[in-house]
């Protein structure tokens, strides 16, 4: 009965590569988003859909692409993987107009060898 | 921005004492959430204060905002060894939650 849920957990990869992180919450919210929390835990907004449309991108390299294929998905798409985005990745959700809170999933993290 | 930017740091008590941290933001905001994050663990909504409040409760949880001094600050009574955990708060304005690093709460037995 998770409500949001993004997996993999954990992810290790080499250099260079391409992965994805996928993401589903089955609160039926309108808004979801990508965070990036750092080692010092600092966490940074990364992009929001609303309604499958894009509402924030904010400055992040053109190797991360989000998509959303319906309102309870929200992928994560990363292209030649660098040491420097080694992190913890949380999607969240959250319905506009109403009560704003965000419910987070519980991260994942990307170590990049 | 309105990135919220949370002091002190670290925070160590002992339970049962009060713990206080404090949240500065930059811009104007149509609220501001505070969130709770266990090791390992994504965020957990703890409370959330409109701009035209200056103080809200939630069982041992206290919260105020000062719009004018662009800051809140959240206080945890009576602290448990379970509160041990980093605290956030996110200043929230069109449609953007700008979380800062957090303070990690200790709360020894």
């Known amino acids: 009965d998770t409500a949001v849920s993004q997996t993999p957990k954990y992810l290790v990869t080499q250099m260079g590569n391409d992965k994805s992180i996928k993401c589903e919450q089955n609160?039926?919210?309108?808004?979801m988003y990508w965070y990036k929390q750092d080692s010092k835990k600092f966490l940074k907004i990364m992009f929001s859909?609303?309604?499958?449309?894009?509402?924030i991108n904010e400055t992040v390299p053109n190797r991360f692409s989000p998509k959303s294929p319906d309102k309870a998905h929200l992928n994560l798409h990363i292209n030649s993987l660098e040491l420097g985005d080694s992190a913890v990745y949380f999607c969240?959700?959250?319905?506009?107009?109403?009560?704003?809170?965000?419910?987070f999933g519980s991260g994942t993290q990307l170590s990049v060898l | 921005s309105q990135q919220g930017e949370e002091d002190p740091q670290a925070l160590s008590i002992q339970e049962g004492e009060n713990a206080t941290m404090n949240c500065s933001y930059k811009?104007?905001?149509?609220?501001l959430q505070w969130y709770r994050q266990n090791s390992g663990r994504g965020l957990v909504h703890l409370i959330l204060?409109?701009?035209?409040?200056r103080e809200k409760h939630s069982g041992r949880l206290r919260v105020t905002l000062d719009t004018s001094k662009k800051s809140s600050s959240l206080l945890i009574t009576a602290s448990r060894a379970a509160d041990t955990a980093s605290y956030f708060c996110?200043?929230?304005?069109?449609?953007?939650?700008?979380f800062g690093a957090g303070t990690q709460v200790v709360v020894t037995p």
């Open positions: 969240a959700s959250s319905q506009r107009d109403r009560d704003e809170k965000l419910f």
């Open positions: 609160l039926g919210h309108d808004t």
């Open positions: 859909y609303n309604n499958k449309e894009l509402i």
């Open positions: 811009t104007s905001i149509n609220n």
């Open positions: 204060i409109r701009s035209n409040e």
């Open positions: 996110a200043p929230e304005g069109w449609g953007k939650f700008q």
